[in-house]
């Protein structure tokens, strides 16, 4: 079989993980190197956009799809009758520095099926790794599907030249992966999440103590009288996974809701300190188990858990406020407005907020409002009391806020907030990503 | 008093002599050179060759007088200094004649009409920038030996054929779109050529992340503003050049072949693909070409994928 066939059998095969981000990661660059690649630091880069709306910032492939394992809701699972294939490690490391070099990618996001053993599966996906740093002194990014049941060696191998760690939690509940997954174990998941947290931690410490060693050294600052110029004291610290780990859920292959959903990923926030949890909804897969739902959830599904994800993390709400109570007693996300505001709605009493005296965390729950236009109200409001007028220019969409502020010459009408249509109104233009019908083109 | 500027060091040059006397913004224009429309507009500043750019220690103090202009404008301002708009140096000069004599935190107030203007050049030259580097598009064009080899439309020339100066280069200037980009080829070295075309003159601001990146690679980006050619040492500027016919790569195929087999025709979000790579681009990315056909496609492989799925259900 040619590289190309296998590319399209890999690729087809890798596209069901959510995960293309090539951020996090330390700075490094290529000079003074013979090899190529940089990292920012901060955010990577998405270098094209498939329709599918997903970024495309990695070379996302599978090592092999041939698999032991029979997962149901997986298009590799053993009993599938797809076809198969397997790449040498070499034509891996080919393909990445092939499409680096021609900036197609950011570098390599390499998950696998189980072949043989989990040890063995694992051994193959470090030695791409370690082929691509050690015998081509690649610098760009790399991130490595996990096997969970490999021996804790290896995850420490894999550590040393990867950026980023991955582990799939799969399911957002232990007993539908004990009735889905039969081979998987969610204590075996935990349990290696945990090596990698302790891993990324050591690695972290490490990190502080050699920056506080190095501004203990005098020579470091005082170098002024030693001709070799300024001596470089810091201890060379063993790198691992220095862009942390992250997880994915398949939505809508069970029935749990999304408060158990979001329930779920705030456990692995707090207790692996993941960087992300991605939501990936269920895609209706060829020969599909019959443990299955026949159709796809609603890809809005999907958008929302995004947005209250990003809810429970930055704008200090918990799982209860948006998913649970009041809001949701049923403890499904709302498809038609986004979680904020149906929070909101289901909140009148809190507001209109007052923009000129809000603190920060308050103006974050306004719906419509962002942490980077709450920024620009405080910056804005220590030149003037802000007028409604002004919020446009700070860029906040005025349609959107008007019914949950008030401004020195602006108060919501009394009965806009009590009004039974305000959910309606607000719907209109709310629905920007929803999934569109075919045939725009 | 008019000031026609052609780059941001002659900008910063004037400014700093007319904030000095206090001239205020009313009485001076900054103009951007006749005949060269918004586009075009700078020839290259060879500032962006050196990292070193003292670019507020020149403002900071002039005889003593602290002239309160923070190193954060400065950088931002050379940014600025890249946008095509005509009015960029009027703008700028205003906003620095505003931060010494009226307000020193005025850049902090988001609703001020210069303050916002200022923000949104500096969105749109970064927001190019950003752009620049995710979809620049490098194509190999071999190997080379011999000398003054012509690969089609790409003329290729000795390194040594380019007089290098310093940090400065020799070929700045307007733009000839009529000629084919010179392209030094070292020999027996592989050399990737990408063409781009910018919405603002920023190929001096983004060279250096390629080069970067790129180190151990011969590259050159040719753009019809201006060309930036690597060999793993420095970065040679030369005028702008015409979109080059440039010969097949490999390995374009495998890329397509990925890019069509990453898609997932359960999901179709074409408005979140083109709010992140706009139309404008496409002509330049090989991968948009099959966007038209994996969109037809894609309804009739999800309906094979439930039949296969329904069928499996019934047995």
């Given at each position: 079989m040619n590289i190309q066939s296998k590319l399209a059998i890999l690729a087809d095969a890798a596209k069901y993980d959510a995960s293309c981000a090539s951020s996090g990661t330390v700075e490094r660059n290529s000079?003074?190197?013979k090899g190529v690649g940089s990292t920012s630091g901060g955010m990577g880069i998405c270098h094209s956009y498939a329709p599918d709306g997903r970024c495309i910032s990695l070379l996302k492939?599978?090592?092999?799809?041939?698999?032991l394992f029979d997962c149901?809701?997986?298009?590799?699972?053993?009993?599938?009758p797809v076809a198969r294939a397997r790449f040498k490690p070499e034509e891996v490391v080919k393909l990445t520095l092939d499409f680096y070099k021609r900036n197609y990618i950011e570098g390599l996001f390499l998950s696998s099926g189980i072949i043989q053993s989990a040890d063995y599966t694992m051994e193959q996906l470090v030695e791409v790794a370690r082929s691509l740093r050690e015998d081509y002194d690649f610098r760009g990014y790399i991130h490595l599907k996990t096997i969970?049941?490999?021996a804790p060696e290896l995850l420490a191998l894999a550590g040393r030249y990867a950026d980023r760690l991955s582990i799939n939690i799969?399911?957002?509940?232990d007993q539908s992966l004990v009735l889905l997954?039969?081979?998987?174990n969610a204590g075996t998941i935990r349990q290696s999440m945990g090596v990698l947290k302790n891993g990324i931690d050591e690695y972290k410490d490490n990190k502080k103590s050699a920056k506080a060693i190095k501004s203990l050294t005098p020579a470091a600052g005082g170098?002024?009288?030693?001709?070799?110029?300024?001596?470089?004291?810091r201890a060379k610290v063993p790198i691992y996974a220095p862009a942390g780990q992250s997880t994915q859920m398949i939505v809508g292959?069970?029935?749990?809701n999304d408060k158990a959903i979001l329930t779920t990923a705030k456990g692995l926030y707090q207790g692996f300190q993941m960087r992300r949890v991605y939501y990936s909804a269920y895609s209706p897969i060829q020969?599909?188990?019959?443990?299955?739902?026949?159709m796809s959830p609603p890809l809005m599904r999907e958008h929302r858990l995004y947005q209250a994800d990003w809810l429970l993390r930055f704008?200090?709400?918990s799982v209860q406020e948006i998913a649970?109570?009041?809001?949701?007693p049923n403890g499904m996300l709302d498809l038609d407005i986004d979680p904020k505001l149906a929070w909101a709605l289901a909140n009148?009493?809190?507001?209109?907020?007052n923009i000129n005296r809000a603190p920060k965390e308050q103006l974050l729950r306004?719906?419509?409002?962002g942490a980077v236009g709450a920024q620009r109200i405080i910056n804005a409001r220590r030149f003037k009391v802000l007028r409604f007028d002004d919020l446009v220019k700070c860029k906040i969409s005025v349609k959107k806020v008007a019914p949950f502020v008030e401004t020195l010459d602006f108060n919501p009408h009394l009965n806009t907030l009590d009004s039974h249509n305000l959910r309606q109104q607000l719907?209109?233009?709310?629905?920007?990503?929803a999934p569109e019908q075919l045939g725009l083109f | 008093m008019e000031f026609v500027i052609e780059n941001f060091t002659q900008w910063r040059n004037y400014s700093r002599a007319l904030l000095l006397e206090g001239?205020?913004?009313?009485?001076v224009s900054f103009t951007i050179p006749h005949?060269?429309?918004?586009?075009?507009?700078?020839?290259?500043?060879?500032?962006?060759?050196?990292?070193?750019?003292?670019l507020s220690g020149a403002l900071k103090k002039v005889n003593g007088k602290?002239?309160?202009?923070s190193r954060e404008f400065m950088r931002q301002a050379y940014w600025v200094g890249?946008?095509?708009?005509?009015?960029r140096w009027q703008l700028l000069y205003s906003l620095a004649w505003r931060q010494i004599y009226?307000?020193?935190?005025?850049?902090?107030?988001?609703?001020?009409e210069q303050v916002a203007l200022f923000h949104r050049l500096l969105k749109a030259v970064s927001r190019d920038h950003h752009k620049m580097k995710a979809f620049v598009r490098f194509q190999s064009i071999g190997e080379f030996s011999g000398e003054g080899k012509v690969y089609q439309a790409v003329e290729i020339i000795e390194p040594e054929q380019l007089h290098v100066d310093g940090a400065r280069h020799?070929?700045?200037?307007?733009?000839?779109?009529?000629k084919p980009c010179k392209v030094m080829a070292a020999e027996e070295t592989e050399h990737f050529v990408a063409w781009f075309e910018p919405d603002h003159a920023i190929l001096p601001l983004v060279a250096p992340f390629f080069a970067k990146r790129f180190s151990s690679m011969s590259w050159s980006i040719l753009t019809p503003h201006e060309c930036v050619h690597w060999h793993q040492e420095q970065l040679v500027f030369t005028q702008g050049a015409a979109r080059p016919p440039l010969p097949e790569d490999k390995t374009e195929q495998l890329w397509l072949q990925y890019y069509a087999s990453i898609f997932n025709p359960a999901r179709v979000k074409v408005n979140a693909m083109q709010s992140e790579?706009?139309?404008?681009y496409w002509k330049n990315?090989?991968?948009?070409?099959?966007i038209q056909t994996l969109l037809q496609r894609a309804s009739s492989r999800v309906d094979v994928m439930f039949r296969l799925g329904n069928a499996d259900k019934g047995k």
């Open positions: 000079r003074a190197g492939i599978l090592l092999t799809n041939f698999c149901a809701y997986c298009i590799n699972r053993s009993s599938s969970p049941e490999a799969e399911l957002p509940q997954a039969p081979e998987k170098s002024r009288f030693n001709h070799a110029g300024p001596v470089r004291r292959a069970d029935s749990s020969h599909a188990s019959k443990a299955l739902p026949a704008y200090g709400f649970g109570g009041a809001t949701r009148r009493q809190l507001f209109p907020i306004i719906p419509g409002i719907m209109v233009s709310n629905n920007k990503w | 001239i205020a913004p009313e009485q005949g060269s429309g918004d586009l075009f507009g700078s020839p290259i500043d060879s500032l962006s060759l050196t990292r070193e750019i003292k602290p002239l309160g202009i890249h946008h095509s708009s005509a009015q009226q307000d020193k935190k005025l850049l902090q107030n988001p609703v001020d020799k070929y700045g200037g307007r733009s000839n779109q009529s790579m706009a139309k404008k990315l090989p991968e948009a070409q099959l």
